[in-house]
């Protein structure tokens, strides 16, 4: 099952499949225009269709043409789409150095705010420019998100290992996944399916379960919604 242990594994792996996709693509597309190319090298160039004689020939090198496009944009969204994610450098919770991270974040947030904060006064004593009205707020805003965040995750590593058994199914509150489960006995009707979507549940086969990312309310929700 997919959490805390195999997270950089799963984030390359999500990486390599895109890349993967967006070379088969582009090979695709390269394979679509040499066969549109192919079928209209022999008409010479203005040669009438007469009685619609070459109809047939066109259309096909038209449809191919467009099979070149069209895959050549796929080709070029999962390329993006993998630069995006090798890039990108949010904090998943899911990621087993993520309080470090997130620490390191915070420190660098609070020189910066300390740094700005001395500019400022070094600024308005000589009679200088001083750092946009903005600069500061925005400092603080992003200094509080980042302490919520280490106090969420903090909360959440306190959690215990549990395994809570209801009538019907059981409830588990894994560390090492990182997700509450709740695996029911049987198959449940819709409304139970899409009560548990309207929560945040999502079924995993790899868990054979509903489960959602791990949390004090994540967990006190699932006891709700299975009676326990």
């Excluded at 549109?36 to 109809?55: F, R, V």
């Excluded at 090198?61 to 796929?74: I, W």
């Excluded at 001395?118 to 400092?139: C, I, R």
């Excluded at 990182?178 to 868990?207: C, H, K």
Aim: proline share 5%.
């Amino acid at each position: 099952m997919p959490g805390r242990e195999d997270y950089e594994e799963r984030r390359q792996t999500r990486i390599d499949r895109m890349n993967s996709a967006s070379s088969r693509l582009a090979s695709e597309a390269t394979a679509a225009s040499m066969h549109s190319h192919d079928l209209l090298k022999d008409i010479p160039l203005g040669q009438p269709n007469i009685h619609g004689a070459l109809t047939g020939l066109m259309n096909k090198a038209h449809r191919a043409a467009d099979r070149a496009v069209t895959s050549r944009e796929k080709s070029n969204y999962y390329a993006e789409k993998a630069e995006a994610a090798e890039s990108n450098r949010a904090i998943s919770s899911d990621d087993p150095n993520a309080l470090d991270k997130l620490q390191d974040k915070l420190s660098a947030l609070e020189a910066e705010r300390d740094r700005v904060k001395a500019a400022n006064k070094e600024a308005k004593k000589a009679g200088g420019e001083q750092a946009p009205w903005y600069t500061l707020p925005y400092l603080a805003r992003d200094i509080k998100t980042v302490k919520e965040r280490i106090a969420k995750l903090q909360l959440v590593d306190s959690m215990p290992a549990e395994l809570i058994e209801f009538d019907g199914g059981e409830i588990e509150s894994d560390p090492v996944t990182n997700r509450v489960i709740i695996r029911f006995d049987g198959r449940q009707p819709e409304s139970v399916t899409d009560s548990l979507r309207s929560y945040g549940f999502r079924w995993a086969p790899s868990a054979q379960g509903w489960q959602r990312l791990r949390s004090p309310q994540a967990l006190k929700i699932a006891k709700a919604l299975c009676h326990e």
